[in-house]
């Protein structure tokens, strides 16, 4: 495993669950600056995608980007990543063209490969000249943004499924 100065990381993180966890700060074992990006930051500009068409769904991107920024920088500083070795910023993945404009091109861009979506990112990243690297594939996920927010919609216990911070996240946001 290499280290790398910056890397940077993304995810739609519709909450943030145990297994974003363990990418990010996968992640962050392999760089000095791990540069976080946030996918659909603006429910306005989402293209369909077509190796997974529900991820630009409404009811696929209930909470917000300032939300899930809060979810990363809790999750991140919880685990004992300090602040100054991470970034959040947005990250407009369905225009690939935008990337350069919300992260460094410099870096190395960090994936995980579950199925034929992650597949499609590592091309584009390729295809636009980012240095990739996967870090894993795997076939079996066992927890998903979409078994969370099932969980939260049906009114089942769903904190065991995500880190404290988050869930403190969610809980204010039901609240306030």
């Known amino acids: 495993m290499s280290r790398h100065p910056v890397a940077v990381i993304h995810g739609r993180f519709q909450p943030l669950h145990w297994g974003h966890l ?3 700060l996968a992640g962050a074992e392999r760089a000095d600056l791990l540069v976080v990006g946030i996918t659909n930051p603006d429910p306005t500009l989402i293209a369909v995608e077509q190796t997974d068409p529900l991820r630009g769904l409404p009811e696929s991107n209930p909470f917000t980007y300032y939300e899930r920024y809060l979810m990363v920088e809790g999750a991140l500083r919880e685990a004992g990543v300090t602040a100054d070795r991470f970034r959040i910023v947005p990250f407009p993945h369905s225009f690939p063209e935008r990337l ?3 992260a ?5 861009y960090l994936l995980t490969v579950y199925d034929e979506w992650g597949d499609t ?3 584009r990243f390729r295809r636009l000249g980012l240095t990739t690297e996967v870090m894993w594939r795997r076939t079996d996920k066992p927890i998903s943004g979409s078994r969370v ?3 939260i919609a049906a ?3 769903w ?3 995500v880190p404290p911070a988050v869930a403190r ?3 204010e946001r039901d609240h306030g």
Do not use: F, M, N, S
């Not at 460094?104 to 190395?108: C, I, L």
């Open 169 to 171: 996240v969610i809980e």
């Open 155 to 157: 009114g089942h216990d």
């Open 149 to 151: 927010r099932a969980a």
């Open 121 to 123: 990112k590592v091309e």
């Open 159 to 161: 904190t065991d499924l």
């Open 22 to 24: 363990e990418y990010l």
């Open 100 to 102: 350069a404009y919300y």
């Open 104 to 108: 460094p091109h410099r870096a190395v």
